[in-house]
């Protein structure tokens, strides 16, 4: 693969200041982390999370925008004395977000490379992620501002898989490098370029990329012919992107941009964790991109997870209610509006759902309505992952889906977003669970058929697919388990499995069907 140097700007890039709210970052046992866990515990129980190795599964990190949000009492800028956040009792639902739970180590058992992500880091492994034909994930950063405690990024902050850092002029070599090889493909062949382009085998051996990707979905030496689409969007991740200083970041949106993508995203939770950061010397340097870069759109998603993230509360904890909504936090209603401004900027919504955080159907329904009603489209509500320690935090799929049912009723489709789990097999959407079939009918199915489903059964669709999407759309079938926390607790009771291929979907059925015929 070749090494082309990402874009460096001839122009400086105006500063946001970073260190303006400095983080706490590190092991439990740090007198700076120490003194403030036992403002919110007591010694004894800090002692006991540092002998059961919390800290060993993540170390503890939070800023003073969302500490001030956790304990509540506000916060004012230090050199003005202006008032930053207002004083608002402490929010027990962002306490759970960031502060340690001692029951996270005491069940380890989860995915140790959450959805098997390093098997489709191809070229660049650990630095990006390339599951989706037309998307490349790039690893960008590798700190946040604050922690999750259920981070889906576990691996990449204890290095457990060896993930790590992609370069910027990495990233452009390889998506330059992917694109064109498909590209001389097309032109020599007649396809589409921006379509799908049909790869033979002799291109296989050619293009060391497209055979390497090929490899990760087929046998390649057996299929003589492989589908694929272009990068047309890059993904910036980490970690968050959003910690990185103005210049770097730019840096690596003009490498996404240079490499002929249409759409570079950044995903973070920093609007939540530090809306500070979203400020005029930001959105300077949004405008400087675009200048440069003029047909390529920035997509953020924001990670808010729970209302009392930007919405204002009274000293007794209610929310104000004004005409047509409710009052915003102020320094996060600046920080939206500044990027919904942007005519060539968007911004959408996404957040797991997680336990004693925003398993509540109240207050999931209001995170919809008000982030519409500012212009930032809710995307997902995504099922917590199997990642190590997931027990402590995940609610059972099937409670989940009625909790976000619940709270989808009254919300425009305009507001709504989709509840589904961002596994191996691409993002499994949950679509129904059905309690099970009425007597008056499962008495006309044959035996086995009704056994398989007397006790109700739950529906996925493949919303997303790996690779040129060979399943999207398809289904996959399970009878229901109202204890599972993620795909695998259904694994072994799967009906029809539309993940797989050809006759395997089928194999549950054929398997039940000739248990009837043997029966009749």
């Given at each position: 693969?070749?090494?082309?140097?990402?874009?460096?700007?001839?122009?400086?890039?105006?500063?946001?200041?970073?260190?303006?709210?400095?983080?706490?970052?590190?092991?439990?046992?740090?007198?700076?982390?120490?003194?403030?866990?036992?403002?919110?515990?007591?010694?004894?129980?800090?002692?006991?999370?540092?002998?059961?190795?919390?800290?060993?599964?993540?170390?503890?990190?939070?800023?003073?925008?969302?500490?001030?949000?956790?304990?509540?009492?506000?916060?004012?800028?230090?050199?003005?004395?202006?008032?930053?956040?207002?004083?608002?009792?402490?929010?027990?639902?962002?306490?759970?977000?960031?502060?340690?739970?001692?029951?996270?180590?005491?069940?380890?058992?989860?995915?140790?490379?959450?959805?098997?992500?390093?098997?489709?880091?191809?070229?660049?492994?650990?630095?990006?992620?390339?599951?989706?034909?037309?998307?490349?994930?790039?690893?960008?950063?590798?700190?946040?501002?604050?922690?999750?405690?259920?981070?889906?990024?576990?691996?990449?902050?204890?290095?457990?898989?060896?993930?790590?850092?992609?370069?910027?002029?990495?990233?452009?070599?390889?998506?330059?490098?992917?694109?064109?090889?498909?590209?001389?493909?097309?032109?020599?062949?007649?396809?589409?370029?921006?379509?799908?382009?049909?790869?033979?085998?002799?291109?296989?051996?050619?293009?060391?990329?497209?055979?390497?990707?090929?490899?990760?979905?087929?046998?390649?030496?057996?299929?003589?012919?492989?589908?694929?689409?272009?990068?047309?969007?890059?993904?910036?991740?980490?970690?968050?992107?959003?910690?990185?200083t103005n210049h770097k970041l730019y840096e690596y949106?003009?490498?996404?941009?240079?490499?002929?993508?249409?759409?570079?995203?950044?995903?973070?939770?920093?609007?939540?964790?530090?809306?500070?950061?979203?400020?005029?010397?930001?959105?300077?340097?949004?405008?400087?991109?675009?200048?440069?870069?003029?047909?390529?759109?920035?997509?953020?998603?924001?990670?808010?997870?729970?209302?009392?993230?930007?919405?204002?509360?009274?000293?007794?904890?209610?929310?104000?209610?004004?005409?047509?909504?409710?009052?915003?936090?102020?320094?996060?209603?600046?920080?939206?509006?500044?990027?919904?401004?942007?005519?060539?900027?968007?911004?959408?919504?996404?957040?797991?759902?997680?336990?004693?955080?925003?398993?509540?159907?109240?207050?999931?329904?209001?995170?919809?309505?008000?982030?519409?009603?500012?212009?930032?489209?809710p995307k997902y509500i995504f099922q917590c992952r199997?990642?190590?320690?997931?027990?402590?935090?995940?609610?059972?799929?099937?409670?989940?889906?009625?909790?976000?049912?619940?709270?989808?009723?009254?919300?425009?489709?305009?507001?709504?977003?989709?509840?589904?789990?961002?596994?191996?097999?691409?993002?499994?959407?949950?679509?129904?669970?059905?309690?099970?079939?009425?007597?008056?009918?499962?008495?006309?199915?044959?035996?086995?058929?009704?056994?398989?489903?007397?006790?109700?059964?739950?529906?996925?669709?493949?919303?997303?697919?790996?690779?040129?999407?060979?399943?999207?759309?398809?289904?996959?079938?399970?009878?229901?388990?109202?204890?599972?926390?993620?795909?695998?607790?259904?694994?072994?009771?799967?009906?029809?499995?539309?993940?797989?291929?050809?006759?395997?979907?089928?194999?549950?059925?054929?398997?039940?069907?000739?248990?009837?015929?043997?029966?009749?």
């Open positions: 693969m070749s090494t082309a140097v990402a874009d460096k700007p001839a122009f400086e890039i105006p500063r946001t200041d970073l260190e303006q709210f400095p983080i706490t970052r590190g092991r439990f046992d740090a007198k700076k982390v120490e003194t403030l866990l036992q403002k919110i515990y007591s010694p004894e129980e800090v002692a006991e999370m540092k002998a059961a190795g919390v800290d060993k599964r993540m170390v503890f990190g939070i800023n003073p925008h969302y500490l001030a949000l956790v304990l509540g009492g506000g916060l004012t800028d230090e050199a003005t004395g202006a008032e930053i956040l207002p004083d608002m009792p402490a929010s027990t639902a962002l306490l759970a977000l960031v502060m340690p739970r001692l029951g996270e180590s005491f069940d380890m058992s989860g995915e140790t490379d959450p959805s098997n992500q390093n098997r489709y880091a191809g070229a660049l492994q650990g630095k990006l992620l390339h599951k989706y034909d037309e998307i490349v994930l790039a690893y960008s950063a590798l700190a946040c501002s604050a922690h999750c405690r259920y981070c889906y990024r576990l691996d990449l902050f204890n290095g457990s898989t060896g993930k790590s850092l992609v370069k910027p002029e990495e990233l452009r070599a390889y998506v330059s490098e992917y694109n064109m090889a498909l590209k001389e493909i097309s032109l020599r062949t007649g396809q589409e370029y921006n379509g799908p382009t049909t790869v033979g085998q002799e291109d296989m051996e050619k293009y060391p990329l497209l055979r390497q990707r090929a490899s990760f979905e087929y046998d390649v030496a057996e299929n003589e012919k492989h589908v694929f689409f272009p990068v047309n969007e890059v993904l910036l991740s980490g970690g968050d992107p959003m910690v990185l949106m003009s490498a996404a941009a240079a490499a002929d993508v249409s759409i570079v995203r950044i995903g973070t939770k920093e609007m939540a964790f530090r809306p500070e950061r979203f400020d005029d010397a930001f959105a300077e340097t949004l405008r400087m991109f675009h200048t440069n870069y003029p047909n390529v759109h920035v997509n953020i998603v924001t990670h808010f997870s729970h209302p009392d993230e930007f919405l204002q509360r009274t000293i007794q904890g209610r929310y104000i209610r004004q005409d047509n909504g409710y009052k915003w936090l102020r320094v996060v209603e600046d920080a939206v509006m500044r990027m919904t401004s942007l005519p060539f900027v968007s911004l959408e919504n996404q957040t797991p759902m997680i336990f004693r955080v925003n398993n509540d159907a109240q207050a999931l329904h209001l995170l919809h309505q008000e982030l519409r009603r500012k212009n930032v489209k199997e990642i190590e320690g997931h027990k402590a935090f995940a609610v059972p799929v099937e409670e989940a889906w009625r909790i976000y049912t619940e709270s989808q009723k009254g919300v425009s489709d305009t507001a709504r977003s989709r509840f589904a789990m961002s596994s191996e097999w691409g993002k499994l959407e949950i679509i129904s669970v059905v309690d099970g079939i009425p007597h008056e009918f499962s008495s006309l199915l044959p035996e086995e058929l009704n056994e398989a489903l007397h006790g109700g059964f739950i529906i996925f669709k493949i919303h997303r697919s790996p690779y040129s999407a060979e399943t999207q759309s398809d289904i996959v079938i399970a009878r229901r388990n109202p204890e599972a926390l993620w795909i695998s607790g259904y694994e072994d009771r799967i009906i029809y499995d539309g993940r797989r291929q050809g006759q395997e979907r089928f194999k549950a059925l054929v398997l039940i069907a000739a248990m009837s015929a043997g029966n009749g």
